[in-house]
């Protein structure tokens, strides 16, 4: 059977590209926390620190470059077309600015947003630092198109597809915490497929993987392909 392969990245892997992620220092992003800016509940209680904080990420994203691994990752798409599938944790677009063309983002776009009455997610690149953005169709206001703490996120029927079909699992730069991603190694592992992990440290749910690879995303992945 030809290989197919499934590759789920997470923040470890737009880390190498100078992102913050919010585990890598104890629960803050340059001092907002998690519960501030990332669920539904912030949203409701402080849209205008919501859009700071989505602005400010949004500047941090096209400031960085995509790296080695992001590079890597893309020239696999290439070779195997069809038989490549990739879900990214990562709301930036360093996967597409590396020249991957088919990247699902399961917890949304940080430059997209949507109107929390239409619903619908558009392109979006602007900087709501000063005013909040309102619909223009039904002035409703505009929410940045991120799948906050307690969101369901995107794709997963597509997702649980494409993990049925797969031969191969490549984890790389995630902790292994955050569910339903964590989990999609046991429903692999249960079709068959084999599992792989990339990372600089073992990850939470290191048993359920075949084999362990220790090391950065862009020293090891460059290697693979
Ligand atoms: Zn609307």
Request: glycine share 8%.
């Given at each position: 059977m030809a290989e197919r392969l499934f590759v789920l990245t997470g923040a470890g892997v737009s880390a190498e590209s100078g992102l913050p992620t919010f585990r890598g220092s104890g629960g803050l992003w340059n001092g907002y926390r998690v519960d501030q800016v990332a669920t539904p509940e912030a949203w409701e209680d402080?849209?205008?620190?919501?859009?700071?904080?989505?602005?400010?990420r949004?500047?941090?994203a096209l400031a960085a470059q995509p790296n080695a691994a992001h590079f890597a990752l893309a020239s696999m798409e290439r070779a195997l077309?069809?038989?490549f599938y990739l879900c990214t944790q990562n709301v930036d677009d360093l996967?597409?600015?590396?020249?991957s063309d088919r990247v699902?983002?399961?917890?949304?776009s940080l430059?997209?947003?949507?109107?929390?009455?239409c619903n619908r997610p558009f392109a979006d690149l602007a900087f709501y630092e000063t005013a909040l953005p309102h619909c223009g169709k039904c002035d409703a206001l505009i929410r940045p198109h991120i799948v906050w703490f307690g969101e369901m996120p995107l794709y997963l029927d597509e997702i649980y597809r494409e993990l049925e079909l797969a031969t191969r699992l490549l984890v790389v730069g995630t902790s292994g915490s955050v569910y339903p991603a964590a989990g999609f190694v046991k429903t692999a592992r249960q079709?068959?497929?084999r599992t792989v992990y990339v990372g600089p440290e073992e990850p939470l749910n290191?048993?359920?993987f075949d084999e362990v690879m220790l090391g950065t995303a862009t020293e090891i992945l460059p290697r693979l392909v």
């Amino acid at each position: 059977m030809a290989e197919r392969l499934f590759v789920l990245t997470g923040a470890g892997v737009s880390a190498e590209s100078g992102l913050p992620t919010f585990r890598g220092s104890g629960g803050l992003w340059n001092g907002y926390r998690v519960d501030q800016v990332a669920t539904p509940e912030a949203w409701e209680d402080d849209p205008e620190l919501v859009w700071r904080f989505y602005s400010m990420r949004r500047r941090d994203a096209l400031a960085a470059q995509p790296n080695a691994a992001h590079f890597a990752l893309a020239s696999m798409e290439r070779a195997l077309g069809e038989r490549f599938y990739l879900c990214t944790q990562n709301v930036d677009d360093l996967h597409e600015r590396a020249g991957s063309d088919r990247v699902r983002h399961m917890h949304g776009s940080l430059f997209a947003s949507r109107c929390v009455v239409c619903n619908r997610p558009f392109a979006d690149l602007a900087f709501y630092e000063t005013a909040l953005p309102h619909c223009g169709k039904c002035d409703a206001l505009i929410r940045p198109h991120i799948v906050w703490f307690g969101e369901m996120p995107l794709y997963l029927d597509e997702i649980y597809r494409e993990l049925e079909l797969a031969t191969r699992l490549l984890v790389v730069g995630t902790s292994g915490s955050v569910y339903p991603a964590a989990g999609f190694v046991k429903t692999a592992r249960q079709s068959g497929v084999r599992t792989v992990y990339v990372g600089p440290e073992e990850p939470l749910n290191v048993s359920a993987f075949d084999e362990v690879m220790l090391g950065t995303a862009t020293e090891i992945l460059p290697r693979l392909v």
